[in-house]
């Protein structure tokens, strides 16, 4: 069983719409989840991360930990065609764990 | 951005032929990483190194192999390139590690493209 599953999408949205992300985990003892963004053709980078559980917001992106399903999202709001990207989730405890990535493309 | 460097950034190759994708960083960190994207699979970690000599398998080692003679070098061999090492590979580094309980931020190269016919 992977231990982190993502929606493998590809999403495509109208600009100014929210796009929701998701990811499931397989090992409650997971502490930090993270969401890279990978641009096209560039390396991810770190996006934001969350300890345990709630939220965290940052500007436009909020990325949010429920550890009773263990489901971790990430929402974008008025999102933007520079916000197209890969964005991957992924859980660390000893051991980073990536999600396959979903594909977002915010049309103009 | 940080100082990482991967060479070369595209190579075609045939089935059989070594090849030697190598990592470079202007960072100083400690711990360096390869991993494989595919489609479907997302990252993969196939090696990585906590220092100089001292390197340890992921989770997709088979086929591969590295080494790290310098805290700036890592490179990743394969001994006999296979159709399925089609990939983009990307190097990562950080300076905490990613075996301890930590946001396990990693900076990114920008990858290199392989194609095995």
């Known amino acids: 069983q992977k231990e982190v599953e993502q929606d493998p999408g590809p999403l495509s949205v109208p600009e100014g719409a929210i796009v929701s992300l998701n990811c499931t985990y397989s090992n409650s003892a997971f502490q930090y989840f993270m969401w890279y963004r990978q641009y096209s053709r560039k390396g991810p980078e770190l996006l934001m991360y969350t300890y345990s559980s709630g939220n965290k917001e940052d500007g436009r992106f909020t990325a949010q930990v429920d550890k009773s399903s263990k489901y971790i999202s990430l929402f974008i709001r008025d999102s933007q065609p520079s916000d197209s990207a890969t964005y991957l989730c992924a859980v660390n405890d000893y051991k980073l764990s990536f999600g396959a990535g979903t594909t977002v493309t915010v049309r103009a | 951005d940080a100082g990482i460097t991967q060479s070369p950034r595209h190579k075609v190759t045939e089935t059989g032929t070594p090849v030697t994708l190598r990592c470079h960083q202007t960072?100083?960190?400690?711990?360096m990483y390869w991993y494989r994207q595919d489609p479907g699979h997302g990252l993969r970690l196939i090696h990585y190194s906590y220092g100089v000599k001292d390197t340890d398998k992921g989770e997709v080692s088979d086929g591969y192999s590295v080494s790290r003679s310098k805290t700036e070098d890592f490179l990743l061999t394969l001994e006999s390139a296979t159709s399925s090492q089609t990939s983009v590979y990307f190097c990562a580094i950080s300076d905490r590690g990613d075996r301890v309980r930590n946001t396990g931020e990693l900076f990114f190269g920008e990858g290199s493209r392989l194609t095995v016919l």
């Open positions: 960072e100083n960190h400690r711990y």
